[in-house]
T-cell receptor
Framework: NAGVTQTPKFRVLKTGQSMTLLCAQD?????MYWYRQDPGMGLRLIHY???????AKGEVPDGYNVSRLKKQNFLLGLESAAPSQTSVYFC???????????????FGDGTRLSIL | GQNIDQPTEMTATEGAIVQINCTYQ??????LFWYQQHAGEAPTFLSY??LDGLEEKGRFSSFLSRSKGYSYLLLKELQMKDSASYLC??????????WGAGTKLIIKP
C-alpha cells in the first residue's frame, strides 16, 4: 500500500518558470491538501479539495493553482515561480473531516523546491 | 488571529521522560493532533484528543485541557529514534488544521 505519493521529490526552477507538483493517494480518501513548510513556521495550507472536481483556497493560495480531476490525484501548479516559493511542499489526504472527526491526515514524503 | 505555541527545541536523555507542551488560541475547537516528523521526512500521526483528559498509546501519552487551551505530549523511556520534531495541530471551527511550528526534540545518550 503506497499511501500518498508525491512527484518529483526535488526540483530547482528559475524565476518565472512554471511547473506542476503531482500527488496521488490510493486510500480512497475524499479530502486532499497541499501544504508548504518553511523553517520556523508551522505547516501552512495552500489549497485543499473536499472531493473530485472541487477545490478551495487555504491560508496562502496566492501564486498557486490546483486541480482535482480524479479522486486519487491532486495537482499543484506554479504558473510563474518566485524565490518566495522556495519551500518543502507536502500533500496530504484524509477521510471526510465532518463525520470522521478523529481521522488524521496522511502525508506524502514531500517535494523540495528551490527557486533561483 | 489563530495561534499555536510550542517550545522551539528541547533536549532529553535516553531512557528518561519528556513533556512537550502546546498552547492554542483558535476560532473554535474540533480536536487536537500530535504528529512526529523526522528530519527530511513526512509528518506521521501520533495521537488525537477531543475530550479533556489523557490518551495513552504505549510509550506516548497526550493530554488535553480545553478550558485552558493546553495540551502536552508525554514520551516515556526515550529512545534515540525519538529524536524528531513534534507538531501540534488544532482543528478549528472550519475543520481546518492550524499547525504549530513544531518542537525539535534532541535525545542524548
Amino acid at each position: 500500500n503506497a499511501g500518498v505519493t508525491q512527484t518529483p521529490k526535488f526540483r530547482v526552477l528559475k524565476t518565472g518558470q512554471s511547473m506542476t507538483l503531482l500527488c496521488a493517494q490510493d486510500m480512497n480518501h475524499e479530502y486532499m491538501y497541499w501544504y508548504r513548510q518553511d523553517p520556523g513556521m508551522g505547516l501552512r495550507l495552500i489549497h485543499y479539495s473536499v472531493g473530485e472536481g472541487t477545490t478551495a483556497k487555504g491560508e496562502v493560495p496566492d501564486g498557486y493553482n490546483v486541480s482535482r480531476l480524479k479522486k486519487q490525484n491532486f495537482l499543484l501548479g506554479l504558473e510563474s515561480a518566485a524565490p518566495s516559493q522556495t519551500s518543502v511542499y507536502f500533500c496530504a489526504s484524509s477521510y471526510e473531516s465532518g463525520s470522521g472527526y478523529n481521522q488524521p491526515q496522511h502525508f506524502g514524503d514531500g517535494t523540495r523546491l528551490s527557486i533561483l | 488571529g489563530q495561534n499555536i505555541d510550542q517550545p522551539t527545541e528541547m533536549t532529553a536523555t535516553e531512557g528518561a521522560i519528556v513533556q512537550i507542551n502546546c498552547t492554542y488560541q483558535t476560532s473554535g475547537f474540533n480536536g487536537l493532533f500530535w504528529y512526529q516528523q523526522h528530519a527530511g521526512e513526512a509528518p506521521t500521526f501520533l495521537s488525537y484528543n477531543v475530550l479533556d483528559g489523557l490518551e495513552e498509546k504505549g510509550r506516548f501519552s497526550s493530554f488535553l485541557s480545553r478550558s485552558k487551551g493546553y495540551s502536552y505530549l508525554l514520551l516515556k523511556e526515550l529512545q534515540m529514534k525519538d529524536s524528531a520534531s513534534y507538531l501540534c495541530a488544532v482543528r478549528d471551527s472550519n475543520y481546518q488544521l492550524i499547525w504549530g511550528a513544531g518542537t525539535k526534540l534532541i535525545i542524548k545518550p
